[in-house]
């Protein structure tokens, strides 16, 4: 087992792309917090990693919120006692907005979500890294994050900021035995297409003109989790400070 008596906690973990990470992390052997916005889920989550043979507990935590941050680390501390893995998957989009169609709101509700959200787990997270001398952090950007046209203006600059502090992150805590990585997916499979909004035409046209460079058939959430546990295994353990992108070749382009 890969990750074996490792604890990881993952953000939007009670669906798609994160659901299939806990899952996957769970049966390589690790202590899995799962944490999320809809409490059934959660624990659906949590049962079937629990019914499969693995371990795991729950938690509702909106990562835009400190103190519900500050609760989801100290689950994982005081159930498993530290956090060897932080999974920063929890994300929403924003109907391909173009910026003369963006609302203040909008924008300030993805920046929470995907990219200061991100910052306080990790915030929390590395002083307890920093006690155990190692730790791991990936964070789920998108294509979007290393590209122009592949999402909405607020999407897109969120994930570049992402991308941002994942690189920042990893170069300052090399030296302290902490990697910090990013994962950049294409289109997935998941329920994140919900989180659309009102969907504005022009920018999705542009979207779908450089769309035809992926392969024709959907990801599975579970081709980026087989990612996310590269990135948190020891496989990886020279891989700090950077990106990969999952995207089938469509930033090849």
């Known amino acids: 087992m890969k990750l074996h008596n490792k604890v990881a906690v993952v953000t939007g973990a009670a669906s798609g792309v994160g659901r299939a990470i806990a899952e996957l992390y769970a049966k390589e052997g690790a202590m899995v917090v799962v944490a999320d916005l809809n409490?059934?889920?959660?624990?659906?989550?949590?049962?079937?990693?629990?019914?499969?043979?693995?371990?795991?507990?729950?938690?509702?935590?909106?990562?835009?919120?400190?103190?519900?941050?500050?609760?989801?680390?100290?689950?994982?501390?005081?159930t498993f006692g530290s956090v060897d893995i932080l999974v920063n998957n929890a994300g929403i989009m924003d109907g391909f907005r173009l910026i003369e169609t963006l609302e203040d709101d909008l924008w300030e509700r993805v920046l929470a979500v995907n990219l200061t959200g991100p910052m306080r787990t990790i915030r929390k997270a590395v002083p307890l890294m920093l006690k155990k001398g190692a730790g791991v952090i990936i964070n789920i950007a998108s294509t979007a994050g290393i590209s122009g046209g592949k999402g909405g203006v607020a999407y897109t600059s969120a994930k570049h900021g992402l991308v941002g502090l994942t690189k920042n992150v990893g170069y300052m805590y090399a030296k302290s035995g902490i990697r910090c990585n990013a994962i950049a997916p294409g289109g997935v499979r998941t329920n994140i297409a919900n989180t659309l909004g009102q969907i504005d035409m022009d920018g999705m046209q542009v979207f779908r003109e450089g769309a035809g460079t992926q392969r024709s058939e959907a990801v599975e959430p579970i081709e980026i989790a087989t990612v996310a546990l590269f990135l948190a295994s020891e496989d990886s353990k020279f891989v700090n400070g950077t990106v990969i992108a999952a995207d089938g070749g469509w930033t090849a382009y």
């Open 39 to 78: 409490g059934d889920t959660v624990s659906e989550a949590v049962d079937g990693i629990n019914l499969a043979g693995g371990t795991a507990v729950g938690i509702v935590a909106n990562v835009t919120k400190e103190e519900e941050v500050q609760a989801m680390l100290e689950k994982a501390v005081i």
